[in-house]
Nanobody
Framework: QVQLVESGGGLVQPGGSLRLSCAAS????????MSWYRQAPGKERDLVAR????????NYADSVKGRFTISRDNAKNTVYLQMNSLKPEDTAVYYC?????????WGQGTQVTVSS
């Protein structure tokens, strides 16, 4: 059974930091590209960051470049999103995604709220 379980969300003040984690099970984690998406109320779900299976290549949305870092630990079947210098516009539900060819897996999401 495939599972992606996000954790680490919460309430943080502008300028603060959070680290999201996504623990994966039920598939060969190291062969999947892993991504973080986010969805704000009333908006579409957008890609935040992606990392290839071996962790060699990453790409980011322009809005988070220089502030967010995606990484993975294939020994722990976990992908991370380090979020620094958070802004109110980063407020959203953050989703973990794993993708390989036609296989497309999603977590349940974790809420991140940036507010003073």
């Amino acid at each position: 059974q495939v599972q992606l379980v996000e954790s680490g969300g919460g309430l943080v003040q502008p300028g603060g930091s959070l680290r999201l984690s996504c623990a994966a099970s039920g598939f060969t984690f190291s062969t999947y590209a892993m991504s973080w998406y986010r969805q704000a109320p009333g908006k579409e779900r957008d890609l935040v960051a992606r990392i290839t299976g071996a962790g060699v290549f990453t790409n980011y949305a322009d809005s988070v470049k220089g502030r967010f870092t995606i990484s993975r630990d294939n020994a722990k079947n976990t992908v991370y999103l380090q979020m620094n210098s958070l802004k109110p516009e980063d407020t959203a539900v953050y989703y973990c995604n794993g993708r390989l060819r036609i296989n497309d897996y999603w977590g349940q999401g974790t809420q991140v709220t940036v507010s003073s």
